[in-house]
């Protein structure tokens, strides 16, 4: 064929052909395999570079290309890898030895009941957490007696009942509903701007009470709005179980900054919102600082743009409502503000119910909607679980109408007037100071000059149990009614460990300040990521 009569395409294939003429096919199917590969990597890179940078912005996405491209060099992932083990052994060593002895198949003859003395000896090796820890245990006093043996009893009598099954176990329907209905009534579900429909159900927990509002929500949305591709906002201090709602259920998750005193911004979340925004979020308190973020504020964006408000009242729930009544200055943050259409309210923290107690509430009926297709006849289901605990409903039951609303005022009392003497006190300890202004009882505390992950671990070797924070490096104490007796204790143990650290900066490397401050500071969260779930992993 003449060359005059050769097509652009042909011209450019017979170019091609001839220039590559001079290599070895095997080279050129390497090169071919080796460039579709980068193709791959780059293309995967650009598309999670697009989702990091419309939710955390430039610097953020530049890192996480960076660090994908680090992995790329020759060792560089094998060595980040190696690291990450070291890390990963550290956290682990504390439970290596023990776990060598966990029972990996049954017995072949059962123990009978001197399983419970095997228990009872198991369980003496745990930590002393009596009036040590952050949170963790909300009732005061020991485990054989006053509230703790009441609930323990109460589950006990009912521990074998399902609310599955309301005909057989008609007690705990009534529990269930009665525990419902009173929760809802100290959030002003009797006030008229309620609307008078709200209901809910007891769910496992905080993390479950979030996941029904946030599907529920997503639900309505799509029901009443034709919203297929759901977003829903949140503040950076919120809660890692909005994390897995947005796992869960598909739904694309944007964070809001907070502002420099740790409040959500509510000019933020507004410039977040669109056309896809079925949700916005809001805490009182917050879990990290104990601040109460502007409910308001953020439930008249809700009214404005037409969207669901959710209150996260899972550690607040069960204190705001009295500390008003005692003459606390708490902003508004339950059903009597317009446009919150739902609140989790965990039982088991400050109801000092049993673990495993919480309740999600619903503005109306609408919002709340139930399974009941099924061929094995009819059926109904309110929250993720199918069959639950009727002994922890019991339980919960027993321990509100036990303490009734004079008994959590006196609690409330007691708790925020431990709080402020933390607060103060901490305030007065030379290096350290307190993150915002806490409006609860969490106290967070940081320091300019001292590393703070070095004073929780001297704390840790004095028997102190508290949460270490990232965003900024700083730790809480979440105070419960086992702190109420042991503040002096408390602050000077945290005054000497302060001292402690500041006489010794070079000291205190083997603890789990290094990883705190490590992690802190890694640019990567992906590897951060990995790192936990890699010990996740190895736990079980």
Known sequence: MSSSLKTPVQAVREALNASLAEYEPLTLVVAAMATCFLLFIV??????????????????????????????????????????AKVIDKLQSSAKAEKLCWASELPGEGLGPLVLEQMKEIKSRDKHWQGHCSGAVYIGGNESEGHFALVNEAYSIFSHTNPLHPDLFPSIARFEAEVVAMTAAMLGSKSKSSGGQVCGNMTSGGTESILMAVKSTRDFMRATRGITAAEMIIPESAHSAYDKAAQYFEIKLRRAPVTSDFHADVKAIKRLINK????????????????????????????????????????????????????????????????????????????????????????????????????GGLY??????????????????????SLGENGYIEIVRKLMETSKKIEAGIKKIEGLYVLGKPEMTVIAFGSRDIDIYKINDVMASKGWSLNALHKPSSVHICVTLQHVDIVDDFLDDLAAAATTVRENPGKFEDGMAPIYGAAAKMPDRGTVRDILVAYMDSTC
């Open 43 to 84: 293309t995967s890179t650009v598309s999670s570079a697009v989702l990091v940078l419309s939710d955390h912005g430039l610097l953020s996405t530049l890192t996480m290309i960076a660090f994908r491209f680090i992995k790329l060099i020759p060792g560089a992932n094998d060595y980040i890898k190696k690291e990450q």
């Open 380 to 401: 109904i289901s309110p929250s993720m679980a199918g069959s639950r605990s009727g002994g922890l409903i019991a339980g919960a039951w027993a321990a509100m109408m």
């Open 276 to 375: 896809n925004t079925i949700m916005i979020v809001g805490s009182a308190p917050g879990f990290p600082h104990g601040i109460i973020d502007p409910i308001e504020e953020i439930a008249a964006l809700a009214l404005q743009f037409g969207i669901c408000m959710h209150v996260d009242l899972c550690l607040g729930g069960f204190v705001l409502p009295f500390a008003q009544k005692l003459g606390y200055p708490i902003p508004p943050f339950d059903f009597q503000v317009p446009g919150v259409t739902s609140i989790s309210v965990d039982v088991h923290k400050y109801g000092l119910a049993p673990k495993g107690t919480s309740t999600v509430l619903y503005r109306n009926h609408e919002l709340r909607q139930v399974l009941t297709e099924w061929s």
